[in-house]
């Protein structure tokens, strides 16, 4: 199954992934992914201004509020921060990857003109 058919409401019976999982999951996401200094999922997007970095960030919130699971958005001009793992697990869950997957899909890539 698709991370991104995957819905993430309730976190009854998730638990901390271990290390060689959080590997194997971080591969399935798109390029840009990473893990930060505190062990917590990580992308940072550009875009062209602040009204389009916005308008992700507004996205993702969405999507966020509907799975029930809040990653921390950092916004400022033409780029956004996302930052995901779950607080009341105190680590990484399957259910941060599904959220990173379906944030993911609200990512246009700004093209620089040619």
Partial sequence: M???NKKSTDCA???????????????KLSQGWSLNARGH????YTFQDFAQALAFTNKVGAVAEAEGHHPDLYLTYGKCK????????????ERDFTLAAKAEQKFIPFRAPA
């Fill in 2 to 4: 698709k991370m991104t």
């Fill in 13 to 27: 019976g998730d638990s901390p992934l271990k290390a060689f999982r959080v590997r194997e999951l971080l591969k």
């Fill in 41 to 44: 999922l990580e992308r940072r």
């Fill in 82 to 93: 996302l930052e995901i793992w779950s607080h009341k697990m105190k680590g990484l869950t």
